[in-house]
């Protein structure tokens, strides 16, 4: 049987002669099939050459496919998803980089801050790099390098890196520390799971598969690719699911795992009760503190206020009056109404015996004496997600130093107990958020313990370290919020209230 005829020359070279079995000839006594024309094993195409075979078995596609106007819509979806996906990184790095320590939340760890920044980097050249590959790929239908190794670059230099930092923060906190955080996960649970599949159609196709056994240098490439590709597809689906797991349920202290109702006025107020039930502002002072050993077990403290009554009245001033002259008999004064406050308690020391006794009257507890005050202005500055996620609390404070002169503290107040010591001596005041013990009423300034007895809140006997309260997220981390309120100067306070 005779050769087909050949095609014009241009095409011969890539096509081979194969046996074919349609109509047998004898030659030799044997059964010989005529030859059939064969393309042969074309060299290497891009993902767009590739896409043509499924493509041109769409009648539709088709024929939109050569149009200038359907590449072009084509090529701004691809740069409209893949900027919106930058976009977002760097949104949550200015979110990171603008968030204050406030109550309960802080800012994130500066090793996560700066990653952030070095992966948004670069993620905004891999963005601009793969933005003209693709458009080399589409309109000239020749990118400079592999679309498959490109993709495999971004995925690992910049998505998963991505991924892994968003799961460090959500991991600390039963909110995102944005919005951003939750969109972008969103888009990549999305666009992973639609680029999954379109994987496993392009990588399990006959013509892929057929590839990987012929072991030639450029099949064993491309399979790396692949593999590459779908193991880092995998992880992105794995930690943008773990996001929302994480910032949807939590783990309870008894090792529970609930179900975070949606934001409503109900979930606001169980996370209040979670974190601020029975916590106060606690301040211990020279003036209050009995116990100022170094080795005594017990460090004074007065409450001067909760967080729920600041959170509630916005604006609170609360007084400690004294008696300069023996430095004995104290009065607490807290505001009942704007512009008027009231004395709350009363009590008297015994230095040496390391008591206090409840007084009566307090109103005119210290009438005669020489009266010295500490006046402090609490200020409550609301939640502004992602900045403050539960707000802060911050005041000023002034002495009214024997009724005539208004004017600073002279000693520092800091805000951890180890840090009051001056050369082993006490000389600093403290100022710290504290929980009472469930035994513990916290309603007054002092303890109760008798008809007219009566101590100071003592830490860790009667008191619990907000740091050991706010637990946070998932993996109960440590709490990246303020231990005490903030001291702003700024804030006006009425010395002669």
């Known amino acids: 049987m005779s050769s087909p005829k050949k095609r014009k020359s241009s095409k011969v070279e890539d096509i081979q002669v194969v046996d074919m079995t349609d109509k047998p000839s004898k030659e030799n006594g044997e059964a010989k099939a005529p030859r059939q024309l064969e393309p042969k094993p074309s060299v290497e195409k891009s993902h767009y050459e590739e896409a043509d075979e499924i493509i041109e078995r769409i009648h539709c596609c088709a024929k939109l496919r050569h149009k200038l106007w359907f590449k072009i819509i084509v090529f701004l979806i691809v740069v409209a998803l893949d900027g919106a996906d930058l976009f977002a990184d760097w949104l949550l790095f200015r979110d990171m980089i603008q968030t204050e320590e406030g109550l309960v939340y802080g800012p994130p760890e500066g090793a996560l801050l700066w990653s952030q920044l070095a992966f948004s980097i670069v ?66 649970i999305f666009g992973i799971i639609i680029r999954i599949v379109v994987s496993f159609i392009r990588y399990c196709s006959k013509k892929s598969l057929a590839e990987t056994k012929e072991h030639t240098a450029q099949s064993r490439r491309h399979v790396t690719y692949r593999v590459l590709i779908v193991l880092g597809l995998i992880i992105l689906f794995a930690g943008s699911v773990a996001v929302y797991f994480l910032t949807q349920f939590e783990r309870t202290d008894e090792g529970e795992i609930q179900f975070n109702l949606p934001k409503t006025i109900f979930e ?69 109404s704007p512009g008027k406050i009231v004395a709350k308690e009363c009590y008297e020391i015994d230095r040496a015996a390391k008591s206090v006794t409840k007084g009566s009257g307090c109103a005119t507890y210290l009438a005669g004496n020489t009266i010295s005050s500490f006046i402090f202005q609490f200020k409550f500055i609301p939640k502004d997600i992602p900045k403050l996620i539960f707000g802060d609390v911050r005041y000023n404070v002034k002495v009214n130093l024997n009724g005539t002169v208004c004017i600073s503290p002279e000693s520092n107040i800091v805000s951890r107990v180890r840090d009051r010591r001056v050369h082993n001596n006490v000389q600093d005041a ?20 008798g008809t007219n007895d009566a101590h100071f809140f003592h830490k860790d006997y009667d008191l619990i370290d907000i740091k050991e309260v706010w637990k946070t997220g998932f993996a109960h981390c440590q709490s990246s919020g303020a231990l005490a309120p903030h001291q702003d100067k700024n804030i006006n306070v009425n010395c002669n209230a």
């Open 123 to 188: 993620g905004t050249f891999t963005f601009a790099f793969e933005v003209v590959n693709l458009w080399w790929e589409i309109f000239r239908e020749n990118p400079w390098i592999n679309t498959d190794l490109a993709s495999a670059i971004t995925i690992w230099i910049e998505d998963v890196p991505q991924i892994i930092i968003n799961v460090m923060i959500a991991v600390c906190r039963e909110e995102a520390i944005s919005y951003f955080q939750l969109v972008k996960a969103s888009i990549l």
């Open 268 to 336: 606001g107020k169980y996370r209040e009760e979670k974190y601020f039930s029975n916590v106060s502002i606690y301040l211990n002072h020279p003036f209050v503190d009995l116990h100022k050993g170094p080795n005594d077990p017990y460090v004074d403290f007065v409450r001067l206020i909760s967080l729920y009554d600041v959170r509630s009245q916005g604006s609170v001033l609360f007084k400690f009056s004294y008696d300069e002259n023996t430095r004995t008999k104290f009065v607490i004064w807290q505001e009942d």
């Open 430 to 449: 403290v100022i710290h958020y504290y929980r009472t013990q469930d035994h513990v009423d916290q309603e007054r300034h002092l303890v109760w313990s």
